[in-house]
């Protein structure tokens, strides 16, 4: 590729922040942070397969260091990029069982982050892909450090949405409501580049249902009809990595359904509503797609605590409206 067409992430940030005179720059310099923890978070993860000859954890590695687990590792990356900056209220995660409040010694900001800092971490050990999610909300509460309100808004008050998969290579993929852009991490010089601009899952899509199989018995007829569709007459293959980040970013790039839907033993499936499934339904939604819980999009239900479940239906619009109108008893 010509030097001239690199473009870095920095570069596009400041591009596109220069497309709205009002912006103060906060909200560039917001996902700056990310991206930066993006690559440290990559960094730790390439190596975790020398943590048997590093030291594991709870042990010392050979440095003296106390060696963290990768997803423990990964909140801290996250919490230490943003907490510092002035442009946080408060933050959520996945690995923090109550509300992150930016400590009193730094100054809290407008926007709220909440992340799922490591998802699909079960699969670090074999070496499959695993990812990062991440949401920004504007601080809606009136006094100066963000609250429970600020965190509990409905997906469509998101004003950026994002994932990193730590694949082959490490990708930052991400909205802020004008297309989804996807970035590759160069890790010689250490930037991610501009190299999926404007994503869009593809028509006609491919013809693949992404979903734990092995829990059949637990689902509800409806649901079991509809897979019993798709693979039969409905003609499709099947794909199930297990990581919600690389299933999803495999159907953005090919089209076709994920599904993590309720069942007999998880009556609201999964997968958590406020830093994986609402974010990931703003990215699909953004790439023409369809986001849904079985019967209504995922973007606009309110969640009530940080870390509410909700069955998932994610990918190509004409395959989440079947399994919609499967679930429904209208197919
Ligand atoms: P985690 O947050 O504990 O990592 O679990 C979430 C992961 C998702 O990445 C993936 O879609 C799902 O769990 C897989 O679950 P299952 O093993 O039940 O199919
Ligand atoms: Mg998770």
Redesign the pocket.
Known sequence: MPQSHVVTISRFLVDQEHLHPEATGAFTSLLHDIALAAKIISREVTKAGLVDILGGTDEENVHGEQVQKLDVFANLAMIRALDHTGLVACMAS?ESNGLIEIRKRFPAGDYVVVF?P??????IDVNVS??TIWSIHRKVSKGERGTLEDCLQPGTRQVAAGYVVYGSSTMLVYTSGAGVHGFTLDPSIGEFLLSHPQMRIPEPPKKVYSI?E??YRRWSPEQQKLVTYLKTDGGFGSR?I??????IHRTLLQGGLFM?PADSESPKG???LLY?AAPMAMIVEQAGGRASDGKRRIMEVTPESLHQRTPTYMGSKGFVELAEAYLAGKA
């Open positions: 996945e799922d490591l998802d699909g971490s079960s699969n695993i990812g734990n092995a829990y199930y297990g990581s919600f980040v690389a299933d993590y999964k997968l958590r994986e």
